[in-house]
T-cell receptor
């Protein structure tokens, strides 16, 4: 998975609790992304980062926040988890340039009860 | 296993046959297209890409065709093997862009 790890890989939590997912890369790629994957929707972008402390919203950012204090780590936080946030979450990385294909981590399965 | 893809279009092929997976993309401004393969329990994996100034690109056992007139992309897999069983996604973006649009995916089953 191109030097990308995600933690935890599985998590079960209760509605209303805060949850933080971590993405760690060893590739020194500048761009990092968080996606969620749900049946019938494919991959949808939550937030992305184009550098340390530089982040922006994707198409489904409500209820999520992110932080990137160093190149290798990108954190996704659910401030107060809801059942609609039960999903599989993928982190991805890419670099600037014409071939900006994204490389994905192994995913985190989150269940909110 | 993963619950993703319960309602995906499905293609079932016999081992050794060729597979063709199709995708319609949405943005005329997209100039870079990628095919990903996702196996159960794993993240999507890059297979092959193509730029909008090309109609065809070949890799090892895979070929991508691009028809910009009808905004259509296809992935051809030659001599399909059981290890090719997975969900395949097309993706579109533009050079230097941050946002990539992913298709919903097609599940490929390979029968031995």
């Amino acid at each position: 998975d191109a030097g990308i790890t995600q933690s935890p890989r599985h998590k079960v939590t209760e509605t209303g609790t805060p949850v933080t997912l971590r993405c760690h890369q060893t590739e020194n790629h500048r761009y990092m992304y968080w996606y969620r994957q749900d049946p019938g929707h494919g991959l949808r972008l939550i937030h992305y980062s184009y550098g340390v402390k530089d982040t922006d919203k994707g198409e489904v950012s409500d209820g999520y926040s992110v932080s990137r204090s160093k190149t290798e780590d990108f954190l996704l936080t659910l401030e107060s988890a809801t059942s609609s946030q039960t999903s599989v979450y993928f982190c991805a990385i890419s670099s600037p340039g014409p071939d900006n294909e994204q490389f994905f981590g192994p995913g985190t399965r989150l269940t909110v009860l | 296993g993963e619950s993703v893809g319960l309602h995906l279009p499905t293609l079932s092929v016999q081992e050794g046959d060729n597979s063709i997976i199709n995708c319609a993309y949405s943005n005329s401004a997209s100039d870079y297209f990628i095919w990903y393969k996702q196996e159960s329990g794993k993240g999507p994996q890059f297979i092959i890409d193509i730029r909008s100034n090309m109609d065809k690109r070949q890799g090892q056992r895979v070929t991508v065709l691009l028809n910009k007139t009808v905004k259509h992309l296809s992935l051809q897999i030659a001599a399909t093997q059981p290890g090719d069983s997975a969900v395949y996604f097309c993706a579109e973006t533009h050079t230097g862009g941050f946002k990539t649009i992913f298709g919903a995916g097609t599940r490929l089953f390979v029968k031995a």
